[in-house]
């Protein structure tokens, strides 16, 4: 059963840059788009963008020009780098594997804070 | 863009209840929506996918229904493990969008 593993900083300070990874355990690494949500604290899920094995991405277009998402499938990972945090950043960050439409695993979330 | 509204954005609710939660598309997506449930502290779970049809393991008191721009989220017989918030979700064109959220509290 595919598992979705991700890590990375928790807390940065404003200008900074965000910077996050997922590993794909026990699955297909082709064949899907993989994702990035995020949830500010009390508030709804917001979609960050995607990238395919073959490195084409997805992005939302309030997040864009901040936004890099890479893969690497030697090591079936993909990142998520947002520059420039405010404290508007602040979320729960999830990776989501996103195939026929549904994203149907999820990794179990990173808190980000930003905060001087 | 297309947005997604939610309602209600809250309702309290008893065990045993019908539970019926809507979400209205702001340009017609087929049957491109799809339900998660999101209980405190945990990540979002697929509860029904294209509109109608249960994931895999989802007890059969959810279903859903819909299509075009308006859908509808009912849970027969809620039982306490529902208290969670519910999400829709369109994936019929990008930027990829979900609801606002409804949070069921269980009285």
């Known amino acids: 059963q595919e598992q979705l593993q991700q890590w990375g900083a928790g807390l940065l300070k404003p200008s900074e840059t965000l910077s996050l990874t997922c590993a794909v355990y026990g699955g297909s690494f082709s064949g899907y788009f993989w994702s990035w949500i995020r949830q500010p604290p009390g508030k709804g899920l917001e979609w960050i963008g995607e990238?395919?094995?073959?490195?084409?991405?997805n992005y939302n277009p309030s997040l864009k020009s901040r936004l890099t998402i890479s893969v690497d499938t030697s090591k079936s990972q993909f990142s998520l780098k947002l520059s420039s945090v405010t404290a508007a950043d602040t979320a729960v960050y999830y990776c989501a594997r996103f195939g026929n439409h549904i994203m149907d695993v999820w990794g179990k979330g990173t808190t980000v804070t930003v905060s001087s | 863009e297309i947005v997604l509204t939610q309602s209600p954005d809250f309702q309290s609710v008893t065990p045993k209840e019908k539970v019926t939660i809507t979400c209205r598309a702001s340009?017609?997506?087929?049957?491109?929506l799809h339900w998660y449930q999101q209980k405190p502290d945990q990540s979002p779970k697929l509860l029904i996918k294209y509109a109608s049809q249960p994931f895999s393991g989802v007890p059969s008191r959810f279903s859903g229904s819909g299509s075009g721009t308006d859908f509808t989220l009912t849970i027969n017989s809620l039982e306490a493990e529902d208290a969670a918030t519910y999400y829709c979700h369109q994936s019929s064109s990008l930027p990829r969008s979900f609801g606002q959220g409804t949070k069921l509290d269980i009285k």
């Open positions: 340009q017609s997506i087929g049957k491109n």
């Open positions: 990238i395919n094995r073959s490195g084409s991405t």
